[in-house]
């Protein structure tokens, strides 16, 4: 075992050490960001070609790399410590009378591990690091027109992991995140284009199993978002379109055998939004966008006290508009709708419960120059059974249901 875990660390550390010099060297190597007649890959393939107009190119690469690796051992022991950082850049720009290209790319990487074994006590223990980060620059300048591209990305990982076979106890938390950003820009003489995008996402997760007194939990968080904008401009025209979204999750179970009990609890949240805009010299539109989502589940479970638990909900709100403009008329539409349901289920020793609710309400609008129109809708529904069973053995039970309707509608013509 202590032969298998340094070869291990030791072969993990040379990797990472390598990883990075190699990816920075790639990058350069199938740079395809700017498509263009001349783009900018052809310009760093003329390394080899005969200088004809007074052009230069310059490529400067440069490559790090550290490895430290400390191990110590005993007869019923063994530790060791891996540290591991490597960085690498690539810088090249070429050059004439008519145009100039260049791209520049970095990247650095670091990984720690710590392990340790403890045969005397049954322990063994491991905890891991990392996290990279990495950048893309490229610029194209003509005579007529530029372009650039920028990226840049950074991620970290965390595990830890701890085994106590004396006490039959395992543990293990894990944590990662990464973000990156993207963005691009295009001018010329008659016109201009950009996207910008960015995101970033976390996960989250803690697994302890204790077998000693029949226990074990988990619990995971999740979360993401991101961002997208694109934007277009010419003489006579511009467009505009911008996205964004997130999301949430959660969830947390645990199983206690020994009391004849569980739960999990999960929740969740989710959120988009688009804007988009068009317009020239006779007419102009726009459309926006978004949502929002929630939603619960809860499961429970006690088999000693004969009882569980069941519920299941969720609320969305949603909005949308659209319009048009141009010389003769105007145009607008919006639309609004939410959305609330839920269900429950209760059982105990003598009694029952089933319940649902469902609540929505929506809203439409149309204005233009000559009409307009509105509505709302408002909708709410309760359904529930309950049962009971008392000392004397007789039963009870309940049915209920809720009903309610809204309805407003109004139109109007200038004619």
Do not use: C, P
């Given at each position: 075992m202590k032969?298998v875990?340094?070869?291990l660390t ?6 990472a050490?390598?990883?990075?010099g190699?990816g ?14 001349r783009?900018?890959l052809?310009k ?15 490529i400067?690469?440069q490559k ?9 051992s005993?007869e019923?022991a063994?530790?060791?410590?891996t540290e ?6 690539v810088e ?6 008519e ?7 970095d ?8 392990t340790?074994v403890d045969?005397?006590?049954?322990m063994?223990?491991?905890?891991t690091e990392?996290?990279a ?7 194209y300048?003509g005579?007529?027109e ?5 990226a840049d990305?950074e991620?970290e990982v ?5 085994v106590?076979?004396?006490n039959?106890?395992y ?5 990662v995140d990464?973000?990156?950003?993207v963005?691009?820009m295009y001018e010329?003489e008659e016109?201009t ?8 996402a976390?996960l989250m ?5 204790d077998?000693?007194n029949d226990?074990?939990?988990s619990t995971t968080?999740a979360?993401?978002e991101?961002t997208?904008g694109a ?5 006579d025209?511009t467009?505009?379109v911008n996205?964004?979204?997130n999301a ?7 199983v206690d ?11 969740g949240?989710?959120?988009?939004s688009?804007n ?9 539109s726009?459309?926006n ?13 006690d088999?000693?006290n ?6 299941l909900?969720t ?8 319009g048009s403009?141009?010389?003769e008329?105007?145009n ?6 939410a959305l609330s349901?839920w269900?429950?289920?209760e059982q ?7 319940g649902?609710?469902?609540?929505t309400t929506s809203m439409?609008g149309f204005?233009?120059e000559e009409d307009?129109?509105?509505s ?12 009971t069973e008392n000392?004397?053995?007789s ?5 209920g249901?809720n ?9 109007e013509?200038n004619d």
């Open positions: 032969n875990l340094r070869t030791i072969t993990g550390g040379l990797a050490s390598l990883l990075i190699a920075a060297a790639s990058a350069a190597e199938n740079d395809s960001l700017l498509n263009g007649d783009g900018l052809e760093l393939n003329l390394l080899g070609s005969e200088d004809e107009n007074n052009s230069n190119l310059v400067d690469s790090d790399a550290n490895s430290d690796v400390n191990v110590e005993t019923d063994y530790q060791s410590n591991s950082d490597a960085e690498g850049s090249a720009m070429y050059e004439n009378e145009e100039t290209a260049s791209l520049d790319a990247g650095e990487a670091e990984v720690m591990n710590e340790v045969e005397e006590n049954d063994y223990s491991s905890t990392a996290d980060e990495g950048t893309v620059e490229a610029m300048e005579e007529e530029t372009a650039s591209v920028n990305g991620a965390m595990n830890e992991t701890v106590d076979e004396e039959d106890m543990s293990s938390t894990t944590e990464a973000e990156g950003t963005g691009a010329g016109e284009a950009s996207v910008n995008a960015d995101g970033n976390g997760n803690e697994t302890v199993v077998e000693e226990m074990y939990s968080e979360d993401a991101g997208v934007m277009y401009e010419g003489e025209e467009a505009s996205a964004d979204g949430e999750l959660m969830n947390e179970t645990v055998e020994d009391n004849d009990t569980y739960s999990s609890i999960s929740k949240a989710f959120g988009s688009l988009s805009m068009f317009e020239n010299e006779d007419d102009s726009y459309l966008a978004d949502n929002n989502t929630t939603f619960m589940n809860i499961i429970e479970s088999e000693e004969e009882s569980s638990t069941f519920a909900g609320d969305s709100a949603s909005f949308l508009a659209l403009e141009d010389d008329n105007e607008h539409t919006t639309l609004m709708s349901a269900i429950k289920a105990m020793e003598d009694s029952s419960y089933l649902t609710e469902v609540d439409l204005e233009s307009s129109f509105f709302m809708l408002d909708a709410t529904a309760n359904l529930w059974v309950e049962s000392e004397e053995e039963d009870s039970s309940e049915l249901l009903l309610n309707l809204g309805l407003l509608a109004s139109s013509s």
